[in-house]
């Protein structure tokens, strides 16, 4: 998709806002500052980001210079090359991220892809990135820690972990549970999890979440 001409600058980020959180001018925008601000152990320059996401080159520069501006991002370039990070000083920080957590976090790729294994009642996270969901400060996560409830395959399980680690960027960690095991166990690891953050996680194929 990559393009130096207008009309697919346009068709990039200036397409119509993302339906789960139509607050941004594309939906372009809202996914570059998902990627800058749930991923900022990866800083990637913007070149690579604009292949990553799909973007114009030339229009992700603009982009970014518009969210700098706003002061929700900062930059630093080392060479020719120029990295987006997250600007925690920014007042709107922690309300910013929780939103986009909420509208493009590792949720919105996990349900859709598990919605297409059979025998998956149940879904959620726990750990770290449930704590992030929720609300808890912290560093973040290196990895995501997943729990399927139900009877899948375990190898289509695997197989949609390790698709998921790709796409994500982060190892998925996942774990089965029968329902029985799930809701009638008293063993340590579930009581464990019942007792930490626990975040559902909706079994939509819908989409895939940007």
Request: zero cysteines; proline letters at 8%; aromatic letters at 6%.
């Amino acid at each position: 998709m990559y393009s130096s001409s207008t009309d697919d600058l346009q068709a990039s980020l200036r397409t119509p806002a993302p339906p789960l959180l139509p607050i941004f001018r594309s939906e372009g925008q809202g996914r570059l500052l998902a990627r800058i601000y749930l991923s900022p152990d990866r800083t990637a320059p913007l070149a690579e980001l604009a292949r990553e996401l799909g973007l114009d080159r030339g229009g992700i520069a603009r982009e970014a210079d518009r969210l700098e501006t706003a002061g929700l991002v900062a930059s630093e370039r080392i060479g020719r090359q120029r990295l987006l990070r997250p600007n925690r000083g920014s007042p709107y920080y922690e309300h910013l991220y929780g939103l986009l957590l909420a509208a493009f976090g590792p949720a919105t790729h996990i349900g859709p892809a598990l919605a297409r294994i059979p025998g998956i009642e149940q879904a959620y996270l726990f750990g770290s990135w449930a704590a992030r969901y929720l609300g808890e400060p912290g560093g973040d996560p290196v990895d995501i820690d997943l729990l399927v409830v139900g009877n899948p395959e375990r190898a289509a399980v695997s197989d949609a972990a390790r698709a998921l680690t790709s796409t994500l960027g982060r190892a998925v960690n996942a774990t089965i549970l029968t329902t029985e095991r799930w809701e009638t166990s008293s063993e340590g690891f579930v009581r464990e999890v019942r007792r930490g953050p626990l975040v559902d996680v909706p079994l939509d194929a819908g989409g895939d979440g940007g």
